[in-house]
């Protein structure tokens, strides 16, 4: 019985302590090539092996260290004062200079307060990437003892690729890069600056691109949120020729460059704000072009998808006069072409239609920061559309697309105006233009995108409903290819943005980790429609910012089912209903689990809406029964979803030491158990 304890309270301990991945250096690798590789972050104890999304990249873990505590820390300096006068008179044997050596070396390489606690444990991998490898971005992820890790990203790429080396911060240690191209691997230290020097000719263009934001999106402790890099160029007598802090819209900077005479020219990346750290990490592309050519930015967008078939936009149409006429619903491809520019089209509406209008440029890659207006006949402004928040680009920090929906009153003939707010325009003033009537959908966001499984207790994931143009309607939620994994709560109740549900284990766990999809269904106008869950990380930018980021995949992995007090299962999936004032019971069946220990459960409820509590639980012939009670204040027609988290006491019959009795009590999660307030 007393085991049974401990290793519940071994339990509770590890899944407070998740292991965090912070960063990868290098944060990518060329096709057909080994690279090692170095992850930094927290809790990454028991490594076992590492994961990489998609095919053709393998992995294998090397070794693992931490930083030494401050009792290891003194042991070790005493070892050094006992062996170290017998070093110096001789009488020190070769085992003895060895461990003396080994001793000074630990105390070297330790820090004694690390940068940043949360990056001062890493892992070493050796990663080989097949030649036929996909080019892109993988999700890089470490399996511990505690479960897996968040995701990192690691960039599989073409061509060269050479690791900066220090000191390279002055001009004369300027590092010699390899041939062009080629990506340089860095990092970025406090008040660190990284110089590369390449030999260029008259005529040539220079294309030389960072990415350090897109490796890492968002820092929750650094201002701006992300290491926020600069680019420079310089010639041989240090004289700056071009100089970039971010591209267009992005952070990351890229430049250009006409090389103007035959020569060596160096290249510098730093911080703008002379900051740095570990996760400071950035991948410089140095390539060349013909003159006045270029090479394609790595953004691109995809194609247009959906009902509407694509129409290209039309130019003169500056003007109501020569509005180009398009007929309702459509989808318009176009492009402000210039400053100043303004893209108009004309359409013929009916009264009482709803008409809506949205442009998407920033979410494809565009700078275009769109503004829509909707007049009439007569030039009066009906409605205007300016930002827009889309949950889903959680990767776009300024949210600069238009969204407007409005109802019509009168009929006859209707203007759409496009421009970009600050004026500008371009080759690259791309947008997409929905116009019509609403089209409800939605999509879906599930948090996080790993689900470390604990003995016999559920995982809480947040699955956010991104609505689309109205809809709110019910979405039912399930695993596709459940591998006998199961969803608790698995509704978002109708015109809630977001809901917590529960994934449970299989009685017998797989020993690898599984890939898991959840997918949301909904009638919309008569329609069954069913969209996959994307999933993501919920991100904090800069201490205050949160943001959705997506992921490869959704990974669970579960413990081995043992001792404990087995497993706790939903008699019943219907909603219970809790009237104000009243109380209902939520009855779970005792798959295995002990009564002897179900009796000594008390249940809490993580996260619960204002007014609904545990009342009390007990122990009945059909089950353990959680009793749950509303006050009078509790809205009706409230409904979604409760989390209960079930702890375990102290049942041993003999005392125990104080020490012990303050350990922290076991807890597992059980089932979701969804509700309803009747209205």
């Not at 318009?332 to 009482?352: A, C, L, N």
């Not at 689990?593 to 639980?617: H, K, Y």
Request: glycine residues 8%.
């Amino acid at each position: 019985m007393k085991r049974c304890c401990i290793l519940l309270l071994a339990t509770a301990a590890i899944a407070q302590n998740e292991p965090r991945a912070g960063y990868s250096f290098p944060a990518g690798a060329s096709r057909g090539s080994t690279v090692e590789v170095r992850v930094g972050g927290r809790f990454l104890q028991g490594t076992s092996a590492a994961l990489l999304s998609g095919h053709g990249v393998t992995a294998t873990v090397r070794s693992y260290t931490r930083p030494l505590t401050a009792k290891e820390r003194q042991e070790l300096r005493d070892l050094v004062q006992k062996l170290e006068p017998l070093r110096r008179d001789g009488s020190l044997d070769a085992a003895g200079r060895e461990q003396l050596a080994d001793a000074k070396a630990k105390l070297a390489a330790s820090p004694r307060q690390p940068m940043n606690p949360q990056l001062a444990e890493t892992v070493e991998l050796t990663i080989s990437v097949a030649a036929d490898a996909a080019p892109g971005q993988r999700d890089l992820r470490l399996q511990t003892a505690a479960g897996l890790s968040n995701p990192l990203r690691f960039v599989i790429g073409d061509g060269s690729t050479a690791r900066e080396t220090e000191p390279n911060e002055k001009p004369a240690d300027a590092a010699a890069a390899t041939a062009l191209p080629v990506t340089i691997d860095g990092q970025l230290m406090p008040g660190d600056v990284d110089r590369f020097r390449v030999q260029l000719r008259q005529g040539q263009r220079l294309i030389a691109a960072v990415q350090a934001r897109a490796l890492m999106p968002y820092l929750a402790d650094a201002v701006p949120g992300w290491c926020q890099a600069t680019l420079a160029i310089r010639d041989a007598t240090g004289h700056e020729l071009a100089y970039d802090d971010d591209h267009r819209f992005d952070p990351d900077p890229r430049l250009e460059f006409d090389v103007p005479a035959d020569g060596a020219y160096e290249i510098e990346v730093r911080d703008a704000l002379s900051r740095g750290r570990e996760d400071f990490v950035y991948r410089l592309s140095l390539q060349t072009a013909v003159p006045g050519g270029t090479v394609a930015s790595s953004v691109t967008a995809p194609l247009p998808t959906g009902r509407f078939v694509p129409l290209a936009e039309r130019e003169p149409n500056d003007a109501q006069q020569t509005a180009q006429p398009i007929v309702l619903p459509a989808l318009v491809i176009g492009r402000i072409e210039r400053p100043g520019d303004v893209d108009v089209f004309s359409f013929e509406g009916r009264p009482g239609q709803t008409f809506v209008a949205e442009v998407e440029a920033r979410r494809l890659g565009s700078p275009l920061d769109a503004v829509v207006k909707l007049v009439d006949a007569r030039g009066r402004e009906l409605a205007r559309g300016d930002d827009h928040v889309d949950l889903g680009a959680g990767l776009v920090t300024h949210q600069a697309d238009a969204y407007l929906s409005v109802k019509l009153a009168t009929p006859g003939p209707h203007h759409l105006i496009v421009r970009d707010l600050q004026g500008k325009g371009g080759p690259q003033h791309t947008y997409r233009l929905r116009v019509g009537p609403p089209a409800p959908d939605f999509e879906l966001r599930v948090v996080p995108s790993q689900v470390n499984l604990r003995r016999n207790s559920a995982a809480v994931l947040t699955v956010h409903a991104l609505r689309r143009d109205g809809f709110a309607g019910e979405i039912s939620l399930s695993l596709l290819d459940a591998a006998g994994f199961h969803l608790g709560g698995g509704v978002v109740p109708a015109g809630q943005d977001r809901v917590q549900v529960t994934l449970s284990p299989p009685e017998t766990p797989p020993a690898a980790p599984v890939a898991i999809v959840l997918q949301g269904t909904a009638t919309i106008d008569k329609q069954q429609i069913t969209h996959q869950a994307v999933p993501a990380e919920d991100m904090m930018q800069a201490f205050a910012w949160r943001h959705l980021v997506p992921s490869a995949q959704l990974l669970a992995l579960a413990e081995r089912a043992g001792n404990g007090i087995g497993r706790l299962v939903r008699k019943d999936e219907e909603p219970i209903r809790l009237r104000p004032g009243g109380t209902s019971e939520a009855v779970f069946a005792l798959a295995g689990a002990r009564r002897t220990f179900a009796a000594s459960i008390d249940c809490t409820l993580r996260d619960p809406p204002a007014g609904i509590t545990v009342a009390g639980t007990r122990l009945a012939r059909d089950g353990f029964h959680v009793v749950l009670q509303a006050d009078k204040t509790v809205a009706r027609g409230l409904t979604g979803n409760l989390i209960l988290v079930a702890s375990i006491g102290n049942i041993a019959t003999e005392p125990q030491p104080k020490a012990r009795q303050q350990r922290p009590r076991a807890s597992i999660v059980l089932p979701a158990v969804r509700f309803v307030v009747p209205k």
